[in-house]
Antibody, heavy 119, light 108 residues
Framework: QVQLVQSGAEVKKPGSSVKVSCKAS????????INWVRQAPGQGLEWMGGIIPVFGTANYAQKFQGRVTITADTSTTTAYMELSSLRSDDTAVYYC????????????WGQGTLVTVSS | EIVLTQSPGTLSLSPGERATLSCRASQSVSSSYLAWYQQKPGQAPRLLIY???SRATGIPDRFSGSGSGTDFTLTISRLEPEDFALYYC?????????FGHGTKVEIK
């Protein structure tokens, strides 16, 4: 059974960076895409980008290009999402989500990590 | 990017009633690459339907998906108390993968 466990809540200053981890257990880590989806308070879901660990190359939503970096460590079955130049509107719950099969819909989700950006 | 418009924004129904949720895409979603998720307060989304009409493992058969092209529907045949939640559609035909803004199914 696939489980995704994310790192804990973060409070960051505007202009700083945050790095959130997503530890996977069960299933095959390398072959399935791990994506990051965020949800601002009271808002909907927004896809940020994803990576297939065995290939190591990430794809990003244009909105986040240049500010987000998604990586994966196959030796520790952990994926990471780093977001830089944080602004107050980056305050959100950040989810990692694993693809169920060959296509980018998400059958497994982490518990979410609240990132609060405040001066 | 493909914009998904969900309607209605809120659906007020009683347990046992039928719920019909709509998701309309700004352009055709080929191969019916559309998924539906359920989200409850404080929880991560849960996959209900993928490929427009395939139920995910463990999802009760009262949930069904249909549609193609630009118009998709999630139907809950008889609402159970645990079905009152937010529902999102997502397309995975064309990057960036996008979600609708959600439909809230609330108890009338």
């Amino acid at each position: 059974q696939v489980q995704l466990v994310q790192s804990g809540a973060e409070v960051k200053k505007p202009g700083s960076s945050v790095k959130v981890s997503c530890k996977a257990s069960g299933g095959t880590f390398s072959s399935y895409g791990i994506n990051w989806v965020r949800q601002a308070p009271g808002q909907g879901l927004e896809w940020m980008g994803g990576i297939i660990p065995v290939f190591g190359t990430a794809n990003y939503a244009q909105k986040f290009q240049g500010r987000v970096t998604i990586t994966a460590d196959t030796s520790t079955t952990t994926a990471y999402m780093e977001l830089s130049s944080l602004r107050s509107d980056d305050t959100a719950v950040y989810y990692c989500a694993r693809e169920l099969g060959r296509y980018p819909f998400f059958g497994y989700w982490g518990q979410g990590t609240l990132v609060t950006v405040s001066s | 990017e493909i914009v998904l418009t969900q309607s209605p924004g809120t659906l007020s129904l009683s347990p046992g009633e039928r719920a019909t949720l709509s998701c309309r895409a700004s352009q055709s979603v080929s191969s019916s690459y559309l998924a539906w998720y359920q989200q409850k307060p404080g929880q991560a989304p849960r996959l209900l339907i993928y490929d427009a009409s395939s139920r995910a493992t463990g999802i009760p058969d009262r949930f069904s998906g249909s549609g193609s092209g630009t118009d998709f529907t999630l139907t809950i045949s008889r609402l159970e108390p645990e079905d009152f939640a937010l529902y999102y559609c997502q397309q995975y035909d064309s990057a960036p993968w996008t979600f609708g803004h959600g439909t809230k199914v609330e108890i009338k």
